[in-house]
């Protein structure tokens, strides 16, 4: 059993079910240094290692707009993550949380955010910096930073 597997003391694993009430489309990987998620950073960095992102065609069409050292959110999926916790033990502390207080990749659907700074564009793959998932991660979707989205509305709508 690894790491990310193992419940420490305190935790609370539920029994689920297999979902079926939604379809994602995964639009892409992501390519980063980390292969386990202890080798991760607990957050994202601006300042962080270089990664790529690669968006799978036809999808590739949707970067059109796109510019170097704007601020993307990543939308990904956290696939090797638990999706059984309703408590969790966080290193560091002596009593668990509950799932939703935290921002643990474990989660009964774990989605994973970052905020990174788009560094460089080529073709379908994306250069940024910020990412603290794992290598080969799917991609479920990009977006304009929200700041970033408001100040090109107020812009266009002025």
Do not use: I, K, Y
């Given at each position: 059993m690894s790491e990310q597997q193992r419940i420490r003391p305190g935790e609370v694993a539920v029994e689920t079910v297999p979902a079926a009430d939604a379809w994602l489309r995964f639009i892409g990987h992501i390519h980063t240094p980390w292969q386990r998620r202890?080798?991760?950073p607990r957050?994202?960095?601006v300042e962080g290692p270089a990664c790529q992102i690669e968006v799978f065609e036809p999808w590739d069409q949707a970067l059109s707009g796109l510019q170097p050292q704007s601020t993307l959110e990543v939308l990904y999926w956290l696939d090797q993550s638990r999706r059984d916790l309703v408590l969790q033990g966080p290193k560091g502390r002596?009593?668990?949380?509950g799932t939703f207080a935290l921002r643990s990749p474990v989660r009964p659907n774990p989605i994973?955010?970052?905020l990174v700074r788009l560094i460089g564009i080529?073709?379908?793959?994306?250069?940024?910096?910020g990412l603290d998932c794992l290598d080969g991660t799917p991609l479920l979707d990009l977006k304009p930073a929200r700041s970033a989205f408001i100040a090109q509305h107020d812009r266009l709508s002025g």
């Open positions: 202890e080798d991760c957050q994202g960095n002596d009593q668990p949380l994973g955010s970052s080529d073709g379908r793959m994306l250069r940024v910096r």
